[in-house]
């Protein structure tokens, strides 16, 4: 279970998420919010690698940034970062097998947890090709698969549909629907259609802040809105007061 | 690690690592073959390119890595904390292997070519510290890449390398960069422990160094742990640095050990070269006696034991000096036409090492008498002597000419250079 409390971060010397709480168990929830909005700098504050000013990043209850178990609550969330770019001389599987270490799997196990990753995002056949040969689709999926070989509890999700053709857009969000069974998926994106079709819970951040979080089919508003008729994408543009910049 | 290393962006550079070796190595064509420990200190010598060279390369790879939007997936992984050094290993490894090879290659050349290996610890720290100083250089590569994430990094890289290795003078900092490339033969000479451990020291504590300010620079969050580790190692540097400043900045000193010679004995002549660079006795000594005869059909009393001359080492009594030309010292065979002037002096005088030197009758003698040879066994003319003050005596035929040469050879052979007298007929201008 992922647990955020007063959640301030800064960058540079300016603040850019303000004051964020939420809790989010298994499912998928989707982190909305136009660009600029502070999404990335949120995951990645999620992740371990950017420090709060103030507050703090619960993983099952280990904090993230501060004492013994931060360790073990890194070991429990994988980043899909939203820029793809590991060095292209690698193959699929070498990445795979690579990243396998670095997350710490046990050596007699990385091969098969290799195996299930390339299976999971269905690569199998693309093991032996360079990343750089990889279309941005497949590249996407090798990053999503490096996330899943330490079966983490938290998965973060970076405009991960982003740049698809809708044949493989729906392919990954079939992927991310069997994922989120099972774990805490957190997809930040700018696409609605994607939230709206994938997570039943949604954040919308603007402006570093959490303006509304909750079911998806709430976002409009309490029912008989006259908004909701718009669906997730007319109550998200309500929701910022049309400020889209 | 396999991997990391096949994939590494400085495989595609291992040709010009492996052309940029062989030239530093043979750039001054091979007089060390055939000298054990002047071939393993000329090997690592080399470093003083190829480190440069390294520190770009781990630069770039490591550049390469950092810039990447992934990097920050990297380390936000379990083993994040490795993703910085694990990228520039690969490079080093690279590095060390091409080196090694080479260093091994030249040292079984020395071997095949008659050089008797030794291993002692000195020879153990010239072949290890070349090592280390590669490890130093990628460890700065990594470093400037780490802190400054742009590719100028990768010049400024190689220039913070060469410039530690080059001019240490300049940047008032002790010369122990510089881990081998020694011009001459090592005969007489060894290895200066004080100052190889100086200089392993000041290695290490930079490659620590390097590494501590990377991971320092990596750290989410520097804290007030990261800061003192950082200053800890900056300080243990420093004290390197200021101990080897007190330890001697030559690297070689004057050997103790006795020097083991390689003797051959014919015709009541014995012919001795230091066993280490002894690779031309045979020709030497062959050279000796035949080059002798007309000496000894006039009636000139020989030496009877010629001996390589070792810096350092005081000449016996009585025993013939061979002065080697340092370019030709490990050469199979010599320059034949050198023999007669090795011929012509048969004795180390205390004059020729002292303050005072001999006077000048004594070196027209010598330069007369290997012309007087020089010509007997057909090496040269007299005509090639016409401007020499002796020339016209060496026209001569006067039997007074073999009396002369029978006297004064016993002079020199004698030390007696005062009573050196030269002919009637040559007048010291
Ligand atoms: N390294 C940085 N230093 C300073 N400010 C930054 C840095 N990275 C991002 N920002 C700022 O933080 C704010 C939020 O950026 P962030 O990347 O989190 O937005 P986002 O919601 O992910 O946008 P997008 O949809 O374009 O990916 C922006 O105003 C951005 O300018
Ligand atoms: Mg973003």
């Not at chain 2, 013939?320 to 340092?326: G, K, S, T």
């Amino acid at each position: 279970m992922l647990e955020v409390r007063s959640l301030s971060v800064e960058r540079g010397r300016e603040e850019i998420l303000h004051d964020i709480s939420f809790v989010a168990g298994a499912g998928a929830l989707g982190l909305l919010g136009v660009n600029g909005a502070g999404k990335s700098t949120l995951l990645r504050s999620l992740a371990g690698l950017l420090p709060p000013r103030s507050g703090s990043v619960l993983i099952d209850g280990a904090d993230v940034y501060e004492g013994r178990r931060r360790a073990a609550a890194s070991r429990q969330v994988a980043l899909v970062p939203q820029d793809f770019d590991f060095p292209g001389t690698f193959t699929v599987r070498e990445f795979l097998c690579h990243m396998a270490w670095m997350r710490a799997v046990p050596r007699r196990s990385s091969a098969a947890r290799v195996d299930a990753a390339l299976e999971a995002v269905d690569l199998q056949r693309q093991a032996g090709r360079r990343l750089n040969t990889l279309s941005g689709g497949m590249a996407r999926r090798a990053a999503i698969a490096q996330a899943l070989l330490a079966d983490p509890a938290v998965l973060l999700l970076d405009e991960s549909t982003t740049g698809l053709d809708p044949v493989q857009r729906a392919e990954i969000r079939l992927l991310l629907r069997s994922l989120a069974a099972s774990r805490c998926v957190v997809l930040a994106s700018h696409i609605v259609e994607d939230i709206e079709q994938l997570a039943t819970r949604v954040a919308v951040l603007h402006h570093g802040r959490l303006l509304f979080d909750g079911a998806t089919a709430d976002v409009a508003g309490p029912s008989g809105d006259p908004a909701r008729a718009g669906g997730l994408e007319a109550g998200f543009i309500s929701l910022i007061g049309g400020d889209t910049a | 690690m396999r991997t990391l290393i096949r994939r590494s962006s400085t495989v595609g550079f291992v040709p010009v690592l492996v052309v940029v070796q062989a030239f530093c190595l043979l750039q001054r064509g091979t007089p060390w073959l055939g000298e054990w420990d002047w071939t393993a200190d000329w090997a690592g010598g080399v470093t003083v390119v190829t480190g440069p060279l390294l520190a770009g390369c781990t630069a770039f790879e490591v550049l390469r890595w950092r810039t990447a939007a992934t990097w920050s997936l990297l380390r936000q992984t379990p083993r994040g904390g490795h993703a910085a050094w694990l990228c520039a290993l690969p490079v080093l490894v690279i590095g060390v292997v091409v080196h090694v090879v080479a260093t091994a290659s030249v040292l079984v050349a020395t071997a095949m070519a008659g050089g008797e290996p030794r291993i002692d610890t000195g020879f153990v720290l010239v072949v290890v510290l070349p090592v280390v100083a590669l490890a130093a250089a990628a460890s700065i590569g990594a470093a400037t890449a780490a802190c400054w994430r742009s590719l100028l990094a990768v010049p400024l890289a190689a220039a913070i390398v060469f410039g530690l290795t080059a001019f240490p003078d300049r940047l008032m900092l002790p010369d122990v960069l510089k881990v081998g490339g020694t011009t001459g033969s090592l005969v007489g000479l060894t290895w200066d422990s004080r100052q190889q451990a100086a200089a392993l020291a000041v290695l290490v504590m930079v490659s620590v160094f390097a590494v501590v300010v990377m991971h320092a620079r990596d750290a989410v969050r520097r804290g007030p742990a990261s800061r003192s580790i950082v200053a800890a190692s900056a300080v243990a540097l420093v004290a390197a640095v200021v101990l080897a400043q007190s330890v001697p900045s030559s690297r070689l000193r004057p050997s103790g050990a006795p020097i083991r010679y390689a003797c051959t004995a014919a015709s009541g002549t014995t012919v001795c070269l230091a066993s280490q660079t002894s690779r031309q006795l045979a020709w030497l000594a062959a050279q000796i006696i035949r080059q002798s005869e007309p000496l000894a059909a006039i009636g000139v009393r020989l030496p009877r034991r010629y001996q390589q001359v070792v810096p350092y080492r005081r000449q016996p009594d009585g025993v013939a000096p061979i002065l080697l030309e340092p370019d030709s010292i490990n050469a199979r065979r010599g320059d034949a036409r050198r023999v007669p002037d090795l011929l012509a002096m048969p004795a180390l005088c205390a004059a020729d090492t002292g303050e005072v030197p001999p006077p000048d009758e004594v070196f027209v003698a010598r330069s007369a008498i290997s012309a007087w040879l020089s010509v007997r066994n057909g090496l040269s003319e007299t005509s090639d002597y016409r401007v020499e003050v002796f020339g016209e005596w060496l026209g001569q035929t006067a039997p007074d000419q073999q009396a002369w040469i029978r006297t004064t050879y016993a002079q020199l052979t004698a030390c007696a250079y005062a009573d050196v007298r030269l002919p009637e007929s040559v007048v010291l201008p």
